[in-house]
Nanobody, 126 residues
């Protein structure tokens, strides 16, 4: 029974940086594909980034390419999202998710992720 807990959100000025962390517990972390999603008020939850069981397999939404970097440390059962050059439109609740999908690619749909954290708020001021 795995549990995901996000942390690292907060208030930052436009152009600033934050690093989100997602700690997993309960089972073998290295078997999961890990992803980040976000949801702003009144909007649908959207894909941000994901990293596969192989660290070379990553995916980013076009809106964050070049600004966000996903990484994982299996020894610490943790996935990270380094967020640089933040914009006000990045303001949202950010969710960590884990997938046990057996497909041969990094999933980008929320329906492909079975385990979810509680979310952490990121607010970017202009």
């Amino acid at each position: 029974q795995v549990q995901l807990v996000e942390s690292g959100g907060g208030l930052v000025q436009a152009g600033g940086s934050l690093r989100l962390s997602c700690a997993a517990s309960g089972r073998t972390f290295s078997t999961f594909v890990m992803g980040w999603f976000r949801q702003a008020p009144g909007k649908e939850r959207e894909f941000v980034s994901a990293i596969g069981r192989s660290y070379d397999n990553t995916n980013y939404a076009d809106s964050v390419k070049g600004r966000f970097t996903i990484s994982r440390d299996n020894a610490k059962n943790t996935v990270y999202l380094q967020m640089d050059s933040l914009k006000p439109e990045d303001t949202a609740v950010y969710y960590c998710a884990a997938s046990i999908s057996l497909v041969g690619y990094v999933p980008t749909k929320d329906s492909q992720y079975a385990l979810w954290g509680q979310g952490t708020q990121v607010t970017v001021s202009s």
